[in-house]
């Protein structure tokens, strides 16, 4: 057994739970609001990493610069979308709206291709190491970036939800649109708002893959392999979302492991969480931390 192995996969699973928590998050964050199920959430990281690539690569700006520089423009993008696209369906039945945002994902895909090709393109250097060795480990310095931003946004998220007027009034409109709209919350505005927040942190993930692996079309699959993390902690739940994040990547990287030492399936990597959420699902079906909706008849 080689114990160092299982130790840096651990770590590995760890760390990109906590992204894979994240994007969990804007999924939850967008139905809460507007009780849609956005399947464009994998746009959303494609298109993140696509402009900040072309941001640093063809404006020529630096990192530090044009990575704010991306993350305030998804947030815009967020908002037009939602207020060109997605407002006009306000009242429409949800399946309607959900079938918009496959729509979206396909056409958003269909236009990265168009513009930027199909052949993966790396990021510039970023970092002047290509790993750091913490405790014998080696961890890429991305992640260790995307680690401390997601906790800050976890943190961010937690913060602005209990004590901010929006954060309260995203949380009402969530709750019951009809009771927020009562209080004079506008609910537009809210929905709005859960779409550029849900843009913006998604490109995060976006360019944290991005500079790990290059710019591609497969990008867009990231928002495939979080779906089961959303699931497993419950749909309407933000810790559940959390938590399902750091479930599905340890589950990747300890199947990884299993796999490589013992098993040699090949892609147990990509099947074990799911196996894992459809077990889960058949004794909680509302996942872990999901409300029971319970019906009177």
Do not use: H
Not at 181 to 196: C, D, E, R
């Amino acid at each position: 057994m080689n114990d160092s192995l299982l130790l840096q996969l651990i770590v590995n699973g760890l760390i990109l739970g906590t992204l894979y928590g994240v994007v969990a998050m804007c999924f939850t964050l967008i139905y809460k609001a507007s009780q849609v199920v956005n399947f464009a959430q994998g746009e959303f990281l494609l298109i993140g990493a696509w402009v900040c690539w072309w941001v640093l690569t063809d404006l020529g700006l630096p990192f530090w610069l044009g990575f704010p520089v991306t993350l305030v423009f998804m947030m815009a993008f967020g908002i037009i979308l939602q207020v060109v696209v997605l407002r006009p369906m306000i009242g429409e039945p949800i399946i309607s709206v959900i079938m918009v945002t496959i729509g979206l994902s396909i056409f958003f895909q269909s236009t990265m291709k168009w513009i930027f090709g199909v052949i993966v393109q790396p990021f510039p250097p970023i970092f002047e190491t290509q790993s750091v060795s913490i405790l014998g480990l080696n961890v890429q310095p991305a992640y260790l970036m995307s680690l401390f931003v997601s906790l800050v946004i976890m943190g961010g998220f937690a913060v602005f939800f209990k004590y901010s007027k929006l954060g309260l009034a995203m949380r009402a409109t969530a709750f019951n649109q009809q009771v927020a709209q009562s209080l004079g919350i506008s609910v537009q505005k809210m929905f709005a708002l859960s779409w550029a927040i849900s843009a913006m942190v998604s490109a995060l993930a976006g360019v944290v893959f991005g500079i790990v692996n290059g710019v591609s079309s497969a990008l867009s699959l990231f928002g495939i392999k979080v779906f089961p993390a959303v699931i497993l902690g419950g749909l309407d739940s933000i810790v559940g979302a959390i938590v399902g994040g750091l479930i599905i990547g340890l589950l990747e990287n300890i199947a990884q492991y299993v796999d490589g030492e013992w098993l040699n399936i090949g892609n147990l990597y990509n099947i074990a969480p799911l196996y894992v959420l459809v077990i889960i699902l058949m004794i909680r079906p509302y996942g872990l931390f999901g409300t029971e909706k319970i019906e009177r008849l």
